[in-house]
């Protein structure tokens, strides 16, 4: 049986890695600051150490007899005082490491679509340093970049209830995002393969306007959308660098800057979006 550590678990991605590895017959360790998190998301492993990423005295050996390492872990929004240089970057140099000293045989990381020319923005610039050091780490390896989570559409069905959807430019953009359940299947899968980049999208591609309408109809609403010339979304995002610190304008500048371009990858998966914000109805998002 191939033991694999998993770091990341607790985040959205992270509970359908673990899920689909002990499916398929993998030894799970997992990796997590607060193990009882775990257990209130009913996310199993076969072994859990509580430790810090950031910390590296507190992952010593987390790689011993280890076969394959998987990593989602990142930041959206920078909170505890921690950077997305501490956590994209440092914290998953510090798991490499690890995964170096204890003869992991392949390093699976998950970072974004298009990061490599996303590099001006923060969150981008650090998963991007990690990615060229895994590059040259000698290990086998795997990026996998997903361009978004059904879980970023969230914004959209909140918008909607709230009688009105905001997009940038005229709604034309398009964008495959993708459920955590099939994106996971394809970390999964990238244990076997030997694909060392992997760009990945779910099943439909829609344009920005046919995700706002999907999620007014969902509501039984007739669509309210107001479309924002791009010039205001560049001065904003001016204003925003200029008089927030980056624990605020760092998660705005990646969602203005990806809402200006298309985000389009290869198409993969069953979950439609449509069925992901129609479960939003139940959760009383």
Known sequence: MKKVLLA???GYLGGYIAKELRERGYFVRAIARNPEKLKQKSIVAN?????????????????????????????????????????????????????????????????????????????????????????????????????????????????????????????????????????????????????????????????????ATTAFEILGTPPKITYIPDWIRVSLLKLVRIFTGSKVYGPIEFFMTVMSIDMVAPEYGKHTLKEYLASLSSINV
């Open 8 to 10: 990341g678990i607790s």
């Open 47 to 211: 072994e859990t150490i509580k430790a810090e990423l950031t910390r590296p005295d507190s992952i010593k050996d987390c790689c011993r007899n280890v076969d394959e390492v998987i990593s989602s872990v990142g930041i959206t929004r920078q909170k505890d005082g921690l950077t997305y240089m501490d956590v994209d970057y440092q914290a998953n140099m510090n798991l490499l490491h690890e995964a170096k000293s204890n003869g992991v045989k392949k390093f699976i990381y998950v970072s974004v679509l298009n990061g490599e020319n996303l590099r001006h923005l923060k969150i981008c610039s650090a998963k991007e340093m990690f990615v060229e050091e895994l590059k040259k780490s000698g290990l086998g390896y795997c990026i996998i970049r997903p361009n978004g989570f059904f879980s970023d559409m969230t914004e959209f069905y909140a918008m909607a209830k709230k009688g009105r959807i905001y997009l940038f430019g005229d709604g034309e953009l398009k964008a495959n995002p993708i459920h955590g359940e099939d994106l996971a299947t394809v970390c999964v899968d990238a244990i076997e393969n030997t694909d060392i980049e992997i760009d990945v999208g779910g099943p439909e591609t829609l344009t920005q306007k046919e995700i």
